[in-house]
C-alpha cells in the first residue's frame, strides 16, 4: 500500500492506496480547527493578523500528525505501507535552527512531536499563503532584479505577496537576529517529509517553485534572487530535487510508535496543487483542470518552462516531470453569488435554466465578470462591465446576464490561459459548481474540449499517494487510468457548432478587457 499526505490549510488527511486492488483502502482527516482547538485556529490560521499578515502555528502540523496516525492505526495496518509522499499548502514556510537535524536523528517515541522539535523553530509562526504582507519586499526584489519581467522570466511567476522569497525576506527585515540562527528554511510539504524521514530533506520543483527563488531553466537556486532575497540564504536551504526523489527509511519514531514497517520508505513531499495535478489524471500537456471555487483556478501541465508574459499564472515544476501552470482568478463563486443576488435568482434559475432558456443568444452579449479587483487580469475592477443589447444591459432579461457572465469567466479562463501553447484535448472539472451540467457544457463549448468530472475528492493527497507509488517503480499511467477514472455518466462533449461562436467572442472580450484596464 502507498500513503499519501495532504497537510492543507484547514487539515491533515490521509489517503491510503492499495494498486493490484485498485482501491483507495483508507481516506481520513485531522481538522486543525476543530480536533486541535487549543490553536485558536478554526480556519487552521491565526485570526486577526495585522498589515495582511496570515500565519499559522507549526506546532499545530505537528500535533497533527501524530493525531492522524494514531487515528489510522486504528483503520490500517500501516506495516503494510511500502512508501509515503505528500502535499502541503503552498508557500508557508518554517524556520529552524542548527538543533533541528539532530532533534529529527533521535526522536523519542515514548514522547511526541510538538515537544520535541518546536524547540527548533526560530519563527514560532509561519506565514501561510493567505498573507498579504509583503508589498513593499515584492517591490524591493523586484527592483534588485531590474523589473517584473525578469523575476517572471526566471522564477516563473512575478514577485507575490504569499510567495516564500518575499516572505524570507520580511522576516529577515523585521527579526533579523532571529533570521541569523535560522539553520534550515523549509515549506510546510518539506518540513512534514522531513519529519518523516527524520533529516531535513529538500524542497521539490513543484513546491519551490512557489517560492519566487527557483530557476526553471536550471532547476536550481537563482543565485541573483537569493542575494536580492535576505543574505545567506542559500546556506539555509537544501538544494531543490525531484518530488519522486526517495529520501530512505522512514524515522524509527514512526516504526516504534504507529506500527510502520522497518522497510517503509519515504519521497519528497509537493505542494498541494502539484499534487492536485497528479490525483486529478493530469500530468500530460493537453489535459486542464478548472477548480471552480470561492476563487476559480485553471491548472494544467506544460511540457517546457514557458512563462506568462503578463505575468498573471504561475510556473511550478509538474511531479510527473515537466512544468504546470497555475492561474488564480479571484472572481469565482464570489461573482457568481454576487449576480444571483442581485438579480434575486436561487441556484437553479441561475444554472440550469438560465443557460438553457438563452442557448440562441450563445457569445452575442459580452460581461467582463468582475464584481471587485482580480488578479488574471490584474486590475481593481469596481463592477461587471457590459457590452451588447439593451435588454441585456438593462437587466430585464437576468437570464442574458447569467449566460454573459458565466461565459465571461471562461472566456477569460481561454483568454489568459493562451501562453502557454498547449492545445486543451481534455478538461477536467472540479470544485462547488462543477456539479452543474449546465455550467460543465458551457466549459465545453467556450473552450472547444470534453469535460470531465470525477468522483475524487482529496486530489492532493491522492496526489501525492500516486506520487509514492510511482517512485516505487508503478507506472503511474496506468494508476491514474484506475484512481482518476471520470464519474460514470459525467462526460460532456463540445458542440461543434459554437466553435466560431467563441473564437469570435474572444476577440471582442479581449478588446473589452483592453479597453477598461486603460
Ligand atoms: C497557490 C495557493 C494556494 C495554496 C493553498 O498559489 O496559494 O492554492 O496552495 O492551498
Known amino acids: 500500500m502507498f500513503l499519501g499526505l495532504d497537510s492543507s490549510t484547514q487539515s491533515l488527511t490521509a489517503v491510503l492506496i492499495d494498486p493490484p486492488s485498485g482501491e ?64 502541503g499548502q503552498q508557500h508557508g514556510s518554517v524556520y529552524l535552527d542548527a538543533t533541528f537535524d539532530q532533534r529529527l536523528a533521535t526522536l523519542d517515541s515514548a514522547s511526541d512531536l510538538v515537544t520535541q522539535l518546536a524547540p527548533a523553530l526560530t519563527r514560532t509562526t509561519s506565514p501561510i499563503w493567505m498573507d498579504t504582507s509583503t508589498g513593499v519586499e515584492c517591490a524591493e526584489i523586484t527592483s534588485a532584479l531590474g523589473g517584473p519581467a525578469e523575476v517572471c522570466g526566471r522564477s516563473g511567476s512575478i514577485a507575490i505577496e504569499r510567495f516564500s522569497g518575499p516572505q524570507i525576506r520580511r522576516f529577515f527585515k523585521t527579526q533579523p537576529m532571529d533570521y541569523q540562527r535560522t539553520d534550515r528554511i523549509h515549506l510546510v510539504s518539506s518540513f512534514i517529509a522531513s519529519v518523516l524521514a527524520g533529516k531535513s530533506v529538500a524542497i521539490d520543483f513543484g513546491d519551490g517553485a512557489g517560492m519566487n527563488l527557483l530557476s526553471l531553466s536550471k ?42 514497517s522497518e522497510n517503509c520508505r519515504t519521497t519528497l513531499f509537493t505542494g498541494d496543487n502539484p499534487a492536485s495535478l497528479v490525483g486529478m489524471g493530469a500530468t500530460t500537456p493537453g489535459n486542464v483542470v478548472i477548480s471552480l471555487g470561492t476563487s476559480d483556478t485553471y491548472f494544467a501541465a506544460m511540457p517546457g518552462p514557458k512563462t506568462d508574459p503578463n505575468g498573471f499564472g504561475h510556473v511550478f515544476g509538474n511531479p510527473a516531470g515537466g512544468f504546470m501552470s497555475l492561474i488564480c482568478f479571484r472572481n469565482g463563486s464570489l461573482a457568481r453569488e454576487a449576480l444571483r443576488d442581485q438579480l434575486g435568482l436561487d441556484w437553479s434559475a441561475f444554472d440550469r435554466d438560465a443557460l438553457a432558456s438563452t442557448s440562441d443568444a450563445a457569445g452575442k452579449n459580452l460581461m467582463l465578470p468582475f ?59 472540479t470544485g462547488g459548481a ?80 483592453d479597453a477598461s484596464r486603460r
Not at 52 to 63: C, F, I, K, S
Not at 226 to 244: E, I, N, V, Y
Not at 439 to 455: G, K, T, W
Open 24 to 87: 483507495i483502502t483508507c481516506q481520513l482527516s485531522v481538522n486543525f480547527g476543530t480536533d486541535l482547538p487549543h490553536y485558536q485556529s478554526p480556519s487552521g490560521f491565526i485570526p486577526g493578523g495585522e498589515a495582511g499578515e496570515v500565519h499559522a502555528d507549526p506546532r499545530m502540523w505537528l500535533e497533527a500528525l501524530d493525531l492522524l496516525f494514531m487515528r489510522l492505526t486504528a483503520k490500517a495496518d500501516l506495516s503494510r505501507v511500502k512508501m509515503i509522499s505528500g502535499s
Open 219 to 260: 532547476l536550481g537556486w537563482d543565485t541573483d534572487l537569493l542575494a536580492a532575497t535576505a543574505p545567506d540564504l542559500g546556506t539555509k536551504l537544501l538544494p531543490p530535487t525531484a518530488a519522486t526523489t526517495i529520501q530512505g527509511d522512514i524515522s524509527p519514531y514512526f516504526i516504534k510508535k504507529f506500527g510502520f
Open 371 to 429: 464584481f471587485g479587483p482580480e488578479i488574471t487580469p490584474r486590475h481593481d475592477f469596481t463592477g461587471p462591465v457590459l457590452e451588447g443589447s439593451p435588454a441585456f444591459k438593462s437587466g430585464s432579461a437576468p437570464a442574458l446576464q447569467v449566460r454573459a457572465l458565466l461565459e465571461g469567466q471562461f472566456l477569460n479562463m481561454r483568454l489568459h490561459s493562451q501562453w502557454m501553447e498547449v492545445k486543451t484535448e481534455r478538461i477536467r472539472l
Open 434 to 513: 462543477s456539479k452543474n451540467d449546465g455550467i460543465a457544457q458551457l466549459v465545453a463549448d467556450v473552450f472547444q474540449a470534453p469535460v470531465e468530472r470525477l468522483d475524487v475528492s482529496n486530489s492532493a493527497a491522492l496526489g501525492a499517494a500516486l506520487v509514492a507509488a510511482a517512485a516505487d517503480g508503478q507506472d503511474l499511467p496506468a494508476l491514474q487510468e484506475i484512481f482518476c477514472k471520470a464519474s460514470v455518466g459525467s462526460s460532456l462533449r463540445p458542440n461543434p457548432t459554437l466553435a466560431g461562436v467563441y473564437q469570435e467572442a474572444l476577440g471582442r472580450f479581449k478588446s473589452l478587457i
